[in-house]
T-cell receptor, first 112, second 115 residues
């Protein structure tokens, strides 16, 4: 089955700096890659996603890049703010109606 | 937007008893529901996939007789933890797929504590 590796497990940055979280996946059939932000005790919230026919997607301070050949994708957060502090999960699936496989998560701390 | 209502949000039960968790899609028809378990400071681990009107498909290592899943309608799926033990204490969360649009909608989660 699919295996998603995520790094780093913890990331601490100063407010205003950029943060990058990287994930790799094993199944070349995967074609949908969402990123979720989860606060303690809450449901995961989709922050951005990318499909395999696109190499990069941006939404304000958040961007995701995908390298299908290398089977890795990354989340980039610019101008970080304290409210960005949370656990971030990457995930992969083979498409519509298929299960998501999650990475182990990254605890991001943005220091004021 | 699509909403999945999950109840209860928190439950404490005695060891050996059963607990039922419900997930309802409020404004869309959920053909597929995924059930995840999340231990503290860990990732979401898929337990099973349920499709309306058919038996659930369980992930390797998940006991189907202990975690009973019923997806009797396009708007309701339930997870029953039978004969709960302290090691079953966890955060359980459902995720539904909207039949009419692509995307996963998560429930709000259930914090189960078995004492």
């Amino acid at each position: 089955g699919e295996n998603v590796e995520q790094h780093p497990s913890t990331l601490s940055v100063q407010e205003g700096d950029s943060a990058v979280i990287k994930c790799t996946y094993s199944d070349s059939a995967s074609n949908y890659f969402p990123w979720y932000k989860q606060e303690l005790g809450k449901r995961p919230q989709l922050i951005i996603d990318i499909r395999s026919n696109v190499g990069e997607k941006k939404d304000q301070r958040i961007a995701v890049t995908l390298n299908k050949t290398a089977k890795h994708f990354s989340l980039h957060i610019t101008e970080t703010q304290p409210e960005d502090s949370a656990v971030y999960f990457c995930a992969a699936s083979k498409g519509s109606n298929y299960k998501l496989t999650f990475g182990k998560g990254t605890l991001l701390t943005v220091n004021p | 937007g699509a909403v999945v209502s999950q109840h209860p949000s928190r439950v404490i039960c005695k060891s050996g008893t059963s607990v039922k968790i419900e997930c309802r899609s409020l404004d869309f028809q959920a053909t597929t529901m995924f059930w995840y378990r999340q231990f503290p400071k860990q990732s979401l681990m898929l337990m099973a996939t349920s499709n309306e009107g058919s038996k659930a498909t369980y992930e390797q290592g998940v006991e189907k007789d202990k975690f009973l899943i019923n997806h009797a309608s396009l708007t309701l799926s339930t997870l029953t933890v039978t004969s709960a033990h302290p090691e079953d204490s966890s955060f359980y969360i459902c995720s539904a797929i909207n039949r009419d649009s692509y995307g996963y909608t998560f429930g709000s989660g259930t914090r189960l504590t078995v004492v």
